[in-house]
């Protein structure tokens, strides 16, 4: 039995290494909302089933308008409903999972939004502490929720997995392939960003050992008439998809509406954008300053890049910096941490005196928590001033040891967080007004700054800017 269990990892992980490497036609379901497009892959959840965690992804590229991406059924419940919030020009996601035990909707989303006409990943995962939701593999909303999940005990087509809606709120654009996984997720901690494989297997080993198996995969991107559940089946089940509409909004059940104007299978493959930067002046007077107004990291696999520097009056590039450098990226033009290490990145400023100041923002998915680094020396020498709820701590690690204080502080809506060190005074400042006064004889002689800040809690970082004080 234990020589069986052995071929039988070894032929898994194989087979799964080859299905990753296979080459398919790039190309893509294309569904029209306006038309009620959809696939009908039959029924998935089952009623009165306390579902546990879960991990659904998809490779899509929305059109504007473009609403649900996966339905369970189309009533008020559901077990997961998760696409986006109608828009024109940019998209932000959303979505609920249903709870019979407070017989009410859990609701999620991100702050972040994705732009129209533009392949993007999109994902959304439970692990029974945090529902996370992803742009580009990036955690761009978390909401706290340990309860129960469920399908609607009703009618409204309940456990029904529909692909870019039902009969309202369809999707507009293209879908080229969605996976989901039921009981578990694919990666070690949901608090952490990921790169998204372009082409979904159906299982795989985890980094501790674990095998994942998908509960549902299907690829869009060759043409059929039908398209085949390439998971190995959930609860023993495969769930074939059937291109689908719904003709006059009503309720049709768990039987499509036949009609040749259906979803339409189209070529295209899936590229990055042309990224066109925002226009960016530096503040008069700044002597660094960085915008963060360039393409995502997920695209360019750039990290942060540089940052302008001016000496002389001539503007330098100053490299970005730190022992987790390879974690920080470029997200929706705003700086922020993927990983789970909480240490700074900085940049040389050139001087001791500095006046360091930084961008942030609290949204309803994320806690917009930001950390501004000044003087700092090594990973053990540093102070920094970071938010925490409705609080301002000014912290000095020294020889890695930390000694704070704090005062209150609004932090509901953007704001310009600032220290200011000049000689041993040092002053932080919240949108120019003064929170904290204190002295210090510690790091007199550290010359760079930067920002800190760590993924599990939605930081962003926008107009990194320093001044001679």
Not at 92 to 106: E, F, K, Q, R, V
Not at 111 to 132: F, L, M
Not at 162 to 189: D, Y
Not at 338 to 356: A, C, K, L, Q, R
């Amino acid at each position: 039995m234990k020589r069986f269990f052995i071929f039988l990892t070894i032929f898994l992980c194989f087979s799964f290494s080859a299905f990753g490497q296979q080459t398919f036609t790039e190309g893509a379901l294309e569904f029209d909302a306006t038309k009620g497009h959809h696939v009908n892959h039959g029924i998935f959840w089952k009623t009165g089933v306390n579902y546990g965690s879960f991990f659904w992804e998809a490779w899509v590229k929305p059109y504007p308008n473009a609403q649900y991406i996966i339905s369970d059924g189309y009533g008020g419940a559901h077990t997961l409903l998760f696409g986006f919030v109608g828009g024109t020009s940019r998209l932000p996601l959303a979505g609920n999972i249903w709870s019979n035990a407070t017989n009410s909707a859990i609701s999620f989303g991100t702050d972040e939004s994705v732009p129209v006409n533009e392949w993007c990943h999109v994902a959304v995962g439970w692990d029974g502490a945090n529902i996370v939701t992803y742009i580009n593999g990036i955690p761009s909303g978390i909401v706290p929720y340990s309860g129960q999940r469920s399908t609607s005990p009703s009618s409204g087509g309940a456990g029904v997995l529909f692909i870019g809606g039902s009969n309202h709120s369809n999707f507009n654009g293209k879908i080229a392939r969605v996976r989901g996984f039921e009981g578990n997720i694919p990666m070690e901690t949901l608090l952490a960003s990921f790169t998204p494989e372009k082409y979904f297997r159906s299982s795989f080993l985890k980094s501790n050992g674990d095998i994942v198996t998908a509960a549902f995969l299907v690829d869009y991107s060759t043409q059929s008439k039908t398209y085949a559940d390439l998971s190995l089946g959930f609860n023993g089940v495969n769930h074939v998809g059937v291109l689908s509409r719904d003709i006059d909004g009503g309720t049709f059940g768990y039987k499509p509406n036949f009609s040749t104007d259906l979803p339409t299978w189209s070529e295209g493959p899936i590229t990055p954008p042309t990224y066109t930067p925002s226009s960016v002046s530096v503040p008069t007077g700044a002597i660094i300053y960085d915008s963060f107004n360039r393409q995502d990291t997920f695209w360019n696999n750039d990290g942060l890049g540089a940052a302008f520097g001016i000496i002389n009056n001539t503007r330098v590039k100053r490299r970005w910096l730190g022992t987790y450098i390879n974690q920080w990226g470029i997200f929706g033009e705003k700086a922020f941490n993927g990983g789970n290490h909480i240490f700074p990145v900085y940049v040389e400023t050139g001087m001791s005196n500095m006046d360091v100041r930084v961008t942030r923002t609290a949204g309803a998915f994320s806690s917009g928590r930001i950390g501004v680094v000044y003087r700092y020396q090594d990973d053990n020498n540093y102070g920094f001033v970071t938010t925490v709820d409705n609080l301002i701590y000014l912290v000095e690690k020294v020889n890695g040891q930390y000694a704070l204080t704090a005062t209150g502080v609004q932090s509901t809506l953007w704001y310009v967080l600032q220290v200011v060190a000049n000689g041993n005074s040092v002053r932080v400042l919240c949108n120019g007004v003064q929170v904290i006064s204190t002295t210090t004889n510690n790091l007199l002689t550290a010359t760079k700054a930067g920002i800190i800040g760590s993924a599990g809690t939605g930081e962003r970082f926008d107009d990194f800017t320093v001044y001679i004080p």
